[in-house]
């Protein structure tokens, strides 16, 4: 005989999972009991939502299923975000919750939420077990739904009792299901189309998001775009995808991408979109988007094709075999090359422009243009949501896929931090650091604790610039300078507040002492702060108001 | 436009409902029987075709997920 909670931990196992992040409570309790003797290690985050960020951070990183837990009602609703957010960017997460006990259920019970009815649009499937003899199928099939196709989040809820159930016979059948069925093939037609295309094209862009990652197509992208020494740009999802020090990779395109990359994309009479949905913050304006441009749009969601932007070619399936597909088709005939293109799209726009001026006060750019000069090659980096998260999309040439991590659809503050946690559990070998603002720093404070309690070395670099910056950027720009509620001006001392944690911090307050305490920050052995106290008002650019186009691209204030 | 779904999760329909009042559009027909291991549902909506277009493209997201294979489907503008 074993109980609910034993048999969930033994799925979880069977699944590979060797971490799981969460906040113990009531209704969970049976569970963190049989955590006290179970091989899953349990890493005790101080907030749930900090939890579900935790496990998005290790799976953002791995590519494998990151799991979650929390107890009924408000530990299960603080997780609700961070599913969300999963959800928005394709994660495969796993959240399992508690539940009150089946007969409290209705009863208004304490800490009863209907959580599953809650995470319904923001996880890709959640389910509610009321059979303790179908745990374990269950479970795999949470599994199987989080990582086949479109990854995503998938909620697990327990009610209490079945944790404390008895079981002598574990049953599992997992249903079949559509999503688990092998991934659509690629229409022959489709990619003999496409190559005409590509043959045929003048002035072809690939764009790539994060399928490419999510799909472990980084391989087969990058074969792809050398063959034809296409010019490329990528979304905020894909950064890292493109091999390092390829001449042809024009950075991140959209609201605050690489003039070239967004001048490319317009001028462009092709675009190869790979695992991209044309998000807003691409697109700006979708009428007005890539004008002269017939689209290839790849994606394994087909669903995906025509929501914002026209495919001319749509190639519905795997995106690993769907660039194989059209490398083999290529390779049976003539091979186009664009490198006199692709010299001529990197030639646009010039360098990024900034509001830099020297007047002594440290500018975010210019300290994060020397931390991007430092890294090691093999570092890890998340962002929080704001100003610094584009200043860092704009910066990070990362040497491997899946080493930067950022909340790209939801944009939800409070990521950035535990993210960088849970990458760093899962990448123990690796340095890992996390930019944050000082408005996304003080969500995520708790988790200081978690830092100091694993000395997990995440380092920390603080960009203050005592606004809500993204914010106050727009307040000034399309808010006739109407400050309201972004002033952060009495921000607490954060090197204080770390070392009370027990985590060493340097101040960096002039950009004469920039270099040596960057030095010495990154040399430090395990966690640690850099607090960067930056210019108030320094702003990102460029910037291609909503729902503008590149032609209303912005590089100053007007 | 009609839908003839059968889905594994009964919960679905009340999704689908949920998404076309987001989208503006309004739900003219649900008839829907569920047994042990599916529901089959024949839904009706109405709205502009932008919002039925989106619409469309949330039932195709949940059908990829909770769609019951090799049972009809048909979603018709």
């Excluded at chain 1, 092709?270 to 913050?281: E, H, N, P, S, T």
């Excluded at chain 1, 980096?381 to 040497?399: E, F, I, N, S």
Aim: aromatic residues 6%; contains cysteine; glycine residues 8%.
């Amino acid at each position: 005989m074993t109980s609910g909670a034993a048999v969930v931990l033994d799925a979880l196992a069977r699944e590979g999972v060797e971490i799981v992040f969460g906040y113990p409570g009531g209704a969970i309790m049976p569970l963190y009991d049989a955590l006290y003797e179970h091989s899953v290690r349990h890493i005790l985050t101080r907030h749930e939502a900090a939890a579900a960020f935790a496990a998005s951070g290790y799976a953002r990183t791995t590519g494998k299923v990151g799991v979650c837990c929390a107890t009924s009602g408000p530990g299960a609703t603080n997780l609700v975000t961070g599913l969300l957010d999963a959800m928005m960017d394709s994660v495969p997460v796993v959240a399992i919750t508690g539940q009150v006990r089946s007969e409290l259920m209705g009863t208004d019970g304490f800490q009863e939420a209907d959580v599953c009815a809650i995470t319904q649009s923001a996880t890709k499937w959640n389910v509610l077990v009321t059979d303790p003899a179908k745990i374990t199928s269950t479970i795999a099939e949470a599994f199987a739904v989080a990582r086949s196709g479109r990854p995503g989040p998938v909620l697990v809820d327990i009610p209490n009792d079945v944790f404390k159930a008895k079981i002598d016979h574990v049953e599992f059948t997992p249903r079949v299901f559509a999503i688990a069925a092998p991934p659509p093939v690629v229409s022959e037609t489709a990619v003999r189309d496409a190559v005409a295309r590509i043959r045929a094209a003048r002035r072809p862009v690939a764009i790539i998001g994060g399928g490419v990652r999510a799909g472990h197509a980084v391989d087969a992208y990058r074969t792809l775009v050398a063959m034809l020494g296409i010019p490329h740009a990528c979304t905020i999802n894909a950064i890292g995808a493109g091999s390092p020090g390829d001449p042809h990779d024009l950075g991140m395109l959209g609201m605050h991408g690489h003039k070239r990359a967004n001048i490319a994309v317009q001028r462009a009479d092709l675009l190869l979109a790979l695992g991209m949905r044309f998000d807003d913050r691409v697109t700006g304006r979708p009428d007005r988007f890539a004008r002269e441009a017939a689209v290839i749009h790849a994606d394994i969601d087909a669903t995906e094709f025509g929501k914002i932007v026209k495919a001319d070619v749509a190639l519905h399936g795997d995106l690993t075999t769907t660039l194989g597909a059209l490398i083999d088709e290529l390779a049976r005939g003539h091979v186009p090359r664009f490198d006199d293109w692709a010299t001529e799209a990197r030639l646009l726009g010039g360098s990024l422009p900034s509001d830099r001026v020297a007047d002594g006060v440290l500018s975010a750019t210019d300290v994060l243009d020397r931390i991007f000069a430092a890294l090691p090659d093999d570092a890890i980096v998340t962002t929080d949501v704001g100003q610094h998260q584009m200043w860092a999309a704009q910066r990070a040439r990362p040497q491997h896929p899946r080493s930067f991590a950022t909340s790209a659809g939801l944009g939800a503050m409070g990521f950035g931090f535990p993210a960088a946690i849970g990458a760093q559990f899962a990448n123990p070998h690796r340095p890992v650091y996390v930019i944050v603002g000082d408005g996304g720093f003080q969500m995520s404070l708790p988790e200081l604790a978690t830092l100091r309690r694993y000395d997990v070395p995440v380092k920390i670099v603080l960009v203050d610039n005592q606004n809500l910056g993204m914010v106050r950027q727009w307040q000034e720009l399309f808010f006739s300078e109407r400050y309201s509620a972004t002033n952060l001006a009495d921000n607490p001392d954060f090197a204080a507040i770390a070392e009370a944690y027990g985590i060493p911090a340097f101040r960096l307050r002039s950009p004469d002492e920039a270099d040596a305490t960057i030095a010495k920050f990154i040399a430090a052995r395990g966690p640690a702060l850099l607090h960067c106290a930056c210019h108030p008002t320094e702003n990102v650019w460029p910037m291609i108001p909503a729902g503008m186009t590149v032609d209303e691209l912005m590089e100053a204030k007007a | 436009m009609t839908c003839e779904l059968t889905l594994r999760d009964p919960r679905s329909i009340a999704r689908i409902i949920n998404l076309a009042h987001r989208f503006t559009c309004r739900c003219t027909r649900i008839d829907a029987v569920a047994n042990e291991e599916s529901t089959s549902a024949s839904l009706a909506f109405s709205g502009n075709p932008g919002a039925l277009a989106r619409l469309r493209a949330q039932i195709d997201r949940i059908i990829a997920v909770e769609g019951v294979p090799d049972e009809r489907t048909d979603l018709q503008a």
